[in-house]
């Protein structure tokens, strides 16, 4: 009963417009003020909440993301992904969705995919002759794979909270997030040929390299990453730190194009988009706590193992539970909230962890693109100048990509686990 009402609170709040941390917190101080646990207990959460070294990453990645696109990197990107895949029809489409695998090794975030790329690629297409509304949909939709493919500031949050490696998780990512860049670039095809879209001229060989050489140094930085960690060099939060190192760099060196004033922006974006993330890790805390005291995941995993059968059953339920919710509350709360309580039901399962966190994690990612609560759909209409229901109403065929992509992750555990497994 405790638990419903806490719930409900919560729910109640959200849905008359209280922002979701807000509505944690007040939920979580009520909660504590009315059980005489003490205010000082929940300011105390509070504060350790975030007393975690994993969770340095996140502002470390954000910052190396904001360098490099201020640092103009990604005008090479766009460049190198032009002259692979714009003959192919509906060539900037594909450009798009290449465009974000490519940044995706270097952001690990959605928003600063979108951020990034974004305007980029729709002011192209739109001088090209492409429509809005495939211009925004292919947009948004290729910017899920950026916290897919590592590094990943949603697979930090999953390993954090459910105590899994991140080096595993960033491992098991890659192919899910490319077999989803190329289910969309399929649709991408699928949908030129449809409406007629044009092709841009075969690139030359030495037009090829050429790009390739302006790129190369920011193409690197995924495998730095990974390397870095499985070779015991660092760990994941210090790959960060030594991307943020690598992104001055290479642009010092490289690129030239970082000012005082684009590093000054560059320290903002990230600390206060380091702060909204805090601030909802840190109310999330207190909810665990709350949700430790009324044994919410055992009875969770009770009512899961009472009703459902099987590995699968679970998993459908999960991706249905996540699927649904993410239309109405955004996507880092789901996450943080939803993990605590789901991994110990998925473990009574025999589910690996990593497995579940890539099935969890790509779902939330697809939730950034369901109206009416889609983050993604609200930058690309910002930065696309687009009507936000114009982009709701277009982007719900590409929802089908992914979803195929995640029920092919779902029935078979070796497409997100071979690649951990080979590193042992």
Known sequence: MTLLIIAGAMLGMIFIGVPIAVAMLFTSMGYFYITGTGLSFATQRLVDSLNSFPLLAIP??????????????????????????????????????????????????????????GKMEIDAMRKAGYDDDFSGAVTAASSMIGPIIPPSITLVLYGVSANVSVGALFLAGIIPGLACALALMVMVYIVSVKRNYPALP???????????????????????IILGIFGGIFS????????????????????KQLTWRKIWDSLYESATLSASIAFIVANVGMLGIIFAREQAPQQIAALFLNFVEDPLMFLLMVNILIFFLGAFIESMAILLILVPILVPSALAFGIDPVQFGIIVC??????????????????VAKVGNIPFQKL?????????????????????????????????
């Open 60 to 117: 470390l990645f954000i910052l190396a993301a904001s360098l490099l696109t201020n640092g103009g990197i990604t005008n090479h990107i766009f460049g190198f992904a032009t002259r692979l895949v714009g003959h192919v029809r509906g060539g900037l489409g594909h450009v798009n969705v290449l465009a974000s695998v490519f940044f995706s090794g270097m952001s690990g975030s959605a928003v600063a995919d979108t951020s990034g790329l």
């Open 202 to 224: 075969r690139a030359r060989l030495s037009e090829i390299l050429s790009s390739f050489r302006s790129a190369f140094w920011a193409l690197l930085t995924p495998l730095i």
């Open 236 to 255: 994941p939060t210090e790959a960060a730190a030594a991307t943020v190192v690598y992104a001055i760099l290479i642009d010092l060196f490289i690129y």
């Open 362 to 379: 790509f779902n939330i990612m697809i939730s950034t693109l369901t109206p009416p609560m889609g983050m993604a759909l609200f930058v």
């Open 392 to 424: 709701a109403y277009a982007i719900l065929p590409w929802l089908i990509p992914p979803l195929v992509v995640l029920a092919l992750i779902t029935l078979f555990p070796p497409l997100t686990l071979f690649l951990p497994s080979l590193a042992g």
